[in-house]
């Protein structure tokens, strides 16, 4: 596969009940990043990793979330004890060098649309 | 924290018809890029702008940096179908990460 692969695409759960959502980048790629877009607005920063190394998780937006990247390849975003405002589309990007940045393009994955009944 | 205000949210036109998407920031930008949502699709990048007042086109799309790094415009000239979608930019400030606007979503009518 070519592009950034997500899974699984659709996620429905009951509230507090822990999910996981994966993201398999781009081979090679450095960098991963975990976004989360509601509809009609832009994609909004959580966490990233510069190989396994997870460099920035200030937008995480507490602490019932968390992420991996244990190989420095794929990389898994948990939430705990869900809640309905957790509903949202969970998008993954990766790129092919370190950081964001100077020339720096992110590619996109379809994305994991989670919501919380 | 960094803000990134798009204008218009919406805009309707009329094949063949211009289109302008602004984005500001709050704070000096150190390069913005922009990246186009399909209907039911994902961000795909577009361009980056790193210097002030760089100017770069890419067929009938034409993105402006402005002087002081703190605003960025997309224009489509004469405008076509497969020009739908939103259109989003992203700032970026040293050492932080993407910003992206709310972005404009461009409907373009046969």
Redesign the interface.
Known sequence: GAGVSQSPRYKVTKRGQDVALRCDPISGHVSL?WYRQAL??????LT?FNYEAQQ?K??LPNDRFSAERPEGSISTLTIQRTEQRDSAMY?C?SSWLAG????N???????TRLTVL | GQQVMQIPQYQHVQEGEDFTTYCNSSTTLSNIQWYKQRPGGHPVFLIQLVKSGEVKKQKRLTFQFGEAKKNSSLHITATQTTDVGTYFCAGIRSGEQLTFGSGTQLTVLP
């Open positions: 990043y009609g607005q832009g994609p909004e920063f990233y920035d200030s937008g998008r990007a964001p940045g100077l020339g393009e992110q590619f996109f994955g379809p994305g």
